[in-house]
Each structure stands twice: as structure tokens, then as C-alpha cells.
């Protein structure tokens, strides 16, 4: 058992490391100039799919994990990614934006949801979602953050920072929890470091498409 742990602290620093590698590039990328008439509210609007994808993976994993303390975790995430997701619609009310005719999931759920979907194990489930997913937002709030900043608009910036952030990172350290606990093996390990090299991968690629299709970057939540 001691030695269980001691490998499984042992891997979660490699798991670190290499997700930090990626996340610093996704961080840097995501701070390019956005195109020109891109504002906080459009934003605000992608930010809507995301917090509903957050919330339905967590549902869904959380009825179908067997662990107690897994689905706890998923549960907790559960409630916060719809608070998130109404506090971004009360944020834009009082922008302006009252949302009308707008469906967040008129294009449905992106590819990053599709694939996070098609996870069946809770360390895959946990490191892709909670541990790796939720680092992402972090990177992604924090420069979203500054945008809100550099265009006055501190409000915005603060519900980021005050409120937003401090969930995000608690779902992080949900999932290096569950990574702890599960992550006991060299067969749960490498699939563990493989689907969150996925999920980085592929956010990266689909951060790319959006900035070049649309002139996207700075857009908050994973
Ligand atoms: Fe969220
Ligand atoms: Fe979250």
C-alpha cells in the first residue's frame, strides 16, 4: 500500500510535467491579439458551451462511476460547472446580452466533449476531465482575465478571479486526488498521461481552427 502511494505521488509529477509543457504553449497561444471587434460578451457566449459540457460529462460520470469518493467529486463539479454557467448568463444580462434566440448548443457539443465521452475508467475520467481539463480553464481564465482587464472591464474580471477560478482549481485537485487513490498501476498510469496528452492535444488544435476561422482567442473555460 505505501509503495502504491509513493508511485502514484511519483507518477502525478510526471503527469504535471507534461501537461505543464503543453499548457504553457495553450496559455501563450491563447494570449495572441483576437480579431479586432471580438468583445467580453461574445466571449462570455462560448464560454456557455463549455460550462454545459463540464456539466453534463460530470453527470454523466458521476452515475456511472462505481467509486463513492469519484462520484462525490463529479457531483461537487456537477453543481459548480451550472453555477458557473449561471452566473456567465446573469453576467451578460447585465452587459447587455439577454441571450435571445441564442442556443449555446445549437452546434452541439465540441469535439473535446465527444472524445472526453468515450472514457469508460475513473482514472481515465479523472485525469482527463477534472485533473487535466479543469488546468486548462485555469490557463484559459487567467487569460481571459486580463482581456476583461485591458478592455475596463474589471467586473467581469472579478467574477473570473473571485469566483470562477477558485472552483476551477478545486476541480483540479479532485482529480489529482482521484489520480492518487486510482492511479496505482502502470496500466492506469499510461493511459492516464495518454488521454490527458488527448484532451491537450486536441484543445489545442481546436483553439487553433477557432482563432483562425474566427479570429478567436481569449475565450474563457475549456
Ligand atoms: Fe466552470
Ligand atoms: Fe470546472
Not at 462570455?44 to 463549455?50: G, H, N, Q, V, Y
Not at 460547472?81 to 449555446?104: T, W
Not at 478592455?151 to 474580471?157: E, F, I, L
Request: with cysteine.
Amino acid at each position: 500500500m505505501v509503495a502504491n502511494v509513493a508511485s502514484a505521488s511519483s507518477f502525478l509529477v510526471s503527469l504535471a510535467a507534461a501537461n505543464q509543457v503543453l499548457l504553457e504553449r495553450i496559455g501563450t497561444a491563447t494570449r495572441q491579439e483576437p480579431s479586432g471587434d471580438l468583445t467580453v460578451p461574445q466571449l462570455l457566449r462560448l464560454a456557455l458551451e463549455r460550462e454545459l459540457g463540464a456539466r453534463e460529462l460530470a453527470a454523466r460520470w458521476m452515475s456511472a462511476c462505481p467509486e463513492l469518493d469519484a462520484k462525490l467529486a463529479f457531483a461537487r463539479q456537477c453543481g459548480d460547472e451550472a453555477r458557473h454557467y449561471g452566473l456567465i448568463v446573469h453576467r451578460l444580462a447585465e452587459l447587455g446580452d439577454d441571450l435571445a434566440g441564442f442556443d449555446p448548443l445549437a452546434a452541439g457539443f465540441s469535439p473535446l466533449f465527444q472524445y472526453l465521452a468515450t472514457l469508460e475508467t475513473t482514472v481515465e475520467r479523472a485525469a482527463a476531465g477534472p485533473y487535466t481539463r479543469e488546468s486548462l480553464a485555469v490557463v484559459r481564465n487567467e487569460a481571459f482575465i486580463e482581456f476583461c482587464e485591458a478592455q475596463g472591464d474589471s467586473q467581469t474580471a472579478d467574477l473570473y478571479r473571485s469566483v470562477i477560478q477558485p472552483d476551477e482549481r478545486h476541480h483540479h485537485q479532485l482529480g489529482h486526488r482521484l489520480l492518487e487513490r486510482y492511479a496505482v498501476d502502470p496500466e492506469s498510469q499510461s493511459r492516464a498521461l495518454a488521454v490527458s496528452a488527448q484532451v491537450l492535444t486536441l484543445a489545442e488544435e481546436l483553439q487553433e481552427l477557432a482563432r483562425l476561422k474566427a479570429g478567436i482567442c481569449r475565450a474563457p473555460g475549456c
